[in-house]
């Protein structure tokens, strides 16, 4: 797959970083911090764009407390300025209004709560600090609409939009993030045991080889596109209806 010179893409997305947020009038960047490799190499960048302007926000909602640490632990070495906001009494509190069931693990009505949750709090804080919200979502992830509508997918820019996942976990070598975070398997944090791979049903690295190359083989090319299929609507602008249809 692709070789690409990583001092190279870190001097762009950087500059790319500053010019959309300056372009907006804003005055500098949050956020969500997971404990995860797209969300560290993302405030690092950030970090790197807007030294004093860059603010992390941990979002914990009955998440495991290695996602805490992994945050902190890059938020620390990178001097990145970060609040925790434990989400969970809020989460169960609307639960609890919609008459819905927390407790049932892999119910994605309920699971996706989490997410939209976090991307509220992350506009408030960008709100009060005249900062643009920065999205973790890698070009793997946008492909098949592997994100929460409204939820992680509710950003303003997306520095990781062109870079697949094989990719981020070279970047973030070259930015020295600590080896623990780049070895995790990656997860949203939806619920206990939920893992991006299980979940997609295919390994990052054969979603990788399909973006870069087109090639993949047949059972998981059809896994593949069956989700860029159902997710197409994750990615497409709002639907309208014509005006000429209806003058």
């Known amino acids: 797959m692709s070789e690409l010179d990583y001092k190279h893409v870190t001097a762009v997305l950087v500059d790319w970083i500053r010019d959309k947020i300056t372009e907006a009038g804003a005055n500098g960047a949050v956020v969500g911090m997971s404990g995860g490799i797209d969300s560290a190499v993302t405030s690092v960048l950030c970090k790197k764009a807007f030294k004093e302007n860059t603010l992390g926000i941990i979002m914990p909602c009955h998440s ?24 969970g009494p809020v989460f169960d509190n ?10 049932t693990g892999d119910d994605m009505a309920v699971a996706n709560i989490k997410p939209r949750l976090r991307m509220t709090t992350l506009y408030y804080y960008a709100a009060r600090n005249n900062y643009l919200v920065v999205g973790t979502d890698n070009w793997s992830e946008l492909t098949v609409g592997y994100f929460t509508k409204y939820g992680d997918g509710g950003v303003d820019i997306a520095p990781l ?10 970047l973030a070598r070259y930015l020295g993030i600590p080896e623990r975070i780049i070895q995790r398997p990656p997860t949203a944090g939806l619920w206990e045991g939920q893992s991006d791979e299980k979940e997609m049903g295919f390994t990052y690295e054969e979603l990788d080889r399909y973006i870069l190359t087109g090639k993949a083989t047949g059972d998981t090319r059809s896994k593949i596109e069956t989700l860029i299929n159902k997710n197409r609507h994750k990615v497409s602008p709002l639907p309208v209806p014509g005006r000429e249809s209806i003058i």
Not at 74 to 85: N, Q, R
């Open 94 to 103: 609307f639960i609890e209004l919609l008459g819905a069931d927390s407790q």
């Open 161 to 170: 939009g062109r870079l697949v996942k094989t990719e981020v976990r070279e």
């Open 64 to 87: 495991s407390d290695k996602d805490l640490e992994d945050a902190r632990l890059v938020a620390d070495a990178f001097d990145i300025k970060y609040i925790v906001k434990d989400l």
